[in-house]
């Protein structure tokens, strides 16, 4: 096949964006296929732009706002009047965050009919919203932590609302944008004097912040490819909570592929990982992460609908423990893009 593996952008999850596409680009040409890598920010790369770009690493700490700021120059849909697309079998979505994860490229793409990996808009821009997915956790029966939504730092009564949600969920509480991926803008707050901080901080990646009941716990993570659940992975990070620099920096992080669970624990969250994957309408593949607390409940933090596919990332190491090889996995992700019937090519 001829695909185009979009990654880049210009969202705070840029470098590790860049890190899947450095793990992508040669998975799907040593499965044999025609492969030209595309940066939504700059565009269509040569063989020597590609390979500068692809042998970066991803930093500690996400990229500036103003680095970012300097990548949003034109109109992204051009992008897709370039023939390299247009002639494509399938785009591969190696994008993280932003309006590559969100619904908005993935709207563009079912209008002008190019068909694309992962899910379909509206599922994505659902599963972005973390207030929204929740919501449909619970209706679906997935537990998930009590949360709240906090007015934005300009209306007067902000401060005292966050404040008097967070003593309702109890402290620590957990503070993050609602759109966000890769815990980007995300505080475990302590107390309450460092709560409007914590805010702020979130507000500067989001126009919505959450708060929310932080459970203690094992991390858990489940893998969905197609209608399969994958193994159980357990990350147990260096930080209390599974970070940025945890989760994309070698040795801060040891990840468990199964995790050391009972069996019938395994299917548990297995089963409520499907549930997810299904009340959010997802496609293709996903990964939806937990915590399991010490009464043995399992709690939904989150659905990925793009899930990380860099050399440290949790899907790729989930696929191994099922006996998939990375460039199966990548193959496999193609193909089931191309099965969905919306994504027939128009024209």
């Known amino acids: 096949m001829k695909i185009a593996v979009l990654f880049g952008g210009t969202s705070a999850e840029r470098e590790v964006s860049i890190a899947s596409a450095a793990q992508v680009v040669p998975a799907l040409r040593a499965a044999g296929h025609e492969v030209v890598a595309v940066d939504t920010a700059r565009g269509v790369l040569g063989p020597e732009e590609e390979r500068a770009l692809l042998s970066a690493g991803v930093s500690p ?121 890769s815990t980007v803008g995300l505080t475990l707050v302590r107390a309450p004097e460092t709560l409007e901080a914590a805010v702020a901080e979130a507000f500067r990646y989001d126009d919505e912040v959450m708060l929310e009941r932080f459970v203690a716990g094992r991390e858990l993570t489940v893998g969905i490819l197609g209608d399969q659940a994958l193994p ?51 496609g293709g ?31 790729p190491k989930a696929a191994r423990a099922a006996g998939i090889d990375f460039p199966e996995l990548c193959d496999r992700i193609c193909r089931l893009a191309l099965a969905e019937p919306r994504r027939k090519r128009r024209g």
């Open 61 to 181: 700490v996400p990229p500036g706002l103003a680095e970012l700021d300097l990548l949003r120059t034109g109109n992204p849909a051009t992008l897709t009047e370039a023939p390299e697309l247009r002639d494509a079998d399938l785009l591969f979505l190696a994008l993280h965050g932003g309006t590559g994860e969100d619904g908005t490229l993935q709207a563009l793409l079912d209008l002008i009919g190019i068909p694309y990996t992962g899910s379909g808009h509206l599922a994505s821009a659902i599963a972005m919203d973390k207030d929204i997915a929740k919501r449909l956790f619970r209706a679906a029966g997935v537990p998930t932590p009590d949360w709240a939504m906090v007015p934005p730092p300009d209306r007067p009564e902000a401060h005292a609302a966050a404040a008097e949600a967070a003593r309702a969920l109890g402290f620590p509480v957990v503070v993050k944008p609602s759109k966000q991926g």
């Open 232 to 282: 159980v992975g357990e990350i147990i990070p260096r930080h209390e909570i599974f970070d940025y620099e945890c989760k994309y920096q070698p040795g801060m992080a040891e990840e468990i592929f199964p995790a050391d669970l009972e069996e019938h624990e395994a299917r548990e969250i297995q089963r409520l990982a499907l549930e997810a994957h299904r009340a959010l309408k997802l």
């Open 285 to 315: 593949y996903s990964r939806i992460d937990f915590r399991m607390d010490d009464a043995g409940t399992f709690w939904c933090l989150e659905a990925n609908t793009l899930p990380g596919l860099t050399a440290n990332s949790l899907l």
